[in-house]
């Protein structure tokens, strides 16, 4: 009974809380498999290449695309980021969701490639304090760094309404319970489930 994987877009402005949410689903879920995208951003303190990101020079970047590696690239707060075609799309043929932490234009691109097999949430924050206060506390951003990632999480939230599922996250553990709901039904989705015909066929022959 082999089923299609689907792409679950985890979407939110930065401080939102979406990759804590991200995890917590990786951690419970081992059926699904995160999306490591590639970027022309530093390495934060204690991020790993190949692990939470592909760190790529802007030559590097500039050749994936010309190869056709990524799915969807945007840019965000004036660097790259892409994510790589293969392993998503083996992954969803062998029956595996995908996690993807992207922006709302990668979104909309996997959207526009992939149609329903894409399943958006965006994440918005209680208030834009809480978000600031999210970003401080993190420490690992400086000043001007944290005043970039508010402005850009304004232009992140004005495209909420880009995506078919809309939570507010002012409680982490009932956030999660939400995203795997979300995820339980789209899995059940009857066009998600190709075998049903004859499964149905082989019920009415007994
Ligand atoms: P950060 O630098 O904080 O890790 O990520 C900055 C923003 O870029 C986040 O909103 C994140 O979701 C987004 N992002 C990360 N990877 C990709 C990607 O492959 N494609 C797109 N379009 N956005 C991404």
Redesign the pocket.
């Known amino acids: 009974m082999n089923r299609r994987g689907l792409c679950l877009v985890l979407?939110?402005?930065?401080g939102a809380g979406?990759s804590s949410v991200g995890r917590a689903l990786l951690a419970t879920d081992p059926s699904i498999a995160l999306?490591v995208?590639?970027?022309t951003?530093a390495p934060?303190p204690g991020e790993v290449d190949g692990v939470?990101?592909h760190f790529r020079s802007h030559a590097e970047f500039e050749a994936m695309i010309g190869r056709d590696e990524l799915l969807?690239?945007?840019h965000?707060?004036g660097?790259r980021?892409?994510?790589p075609r293969a392993p998503v799309l083996a992954a969803l043929e062998a029956g595996r969701d995908v996690l993807?932490?992207?922006?709302w234009?990668?979104?909309r691109?996997l959207r526009a490639s992939l149609g329903d097999d894409v399943v958006g949430i965006f994440l918005l924050p209680p208030s834009v304090g809480e978000l600031r206060r999210r970003l401080e506390a993190r420490q690992q951003d400086v000043p001007a760094e944290i005043e970039r990632?508010m402005q850009?999480a304004r232009d992140?939230i004005v495209h909420w309404d880009e995506f078919g599922h809309v939570l507010v996250n002012r409680d982490f553990d009932s956030t999660v319970v939400a995203v795997r709901t979300i995820l339980a039904a789209a899995r059940l989705a009857r066009a998600r489930q190709p075998w049903l015909p004859g499964f149905v066929g082989a019920l009415m022959r007994e």
């Open positions: 979407a939110a402005p930065s979406k999306s995208s590639a970027t951003r934060r939470h990101y969807e690239h945007a965000v707060f660097r980021y892409g994510t993807f932490d992207i922006d234009q990668g979104h691109q990632r850009a992140e």
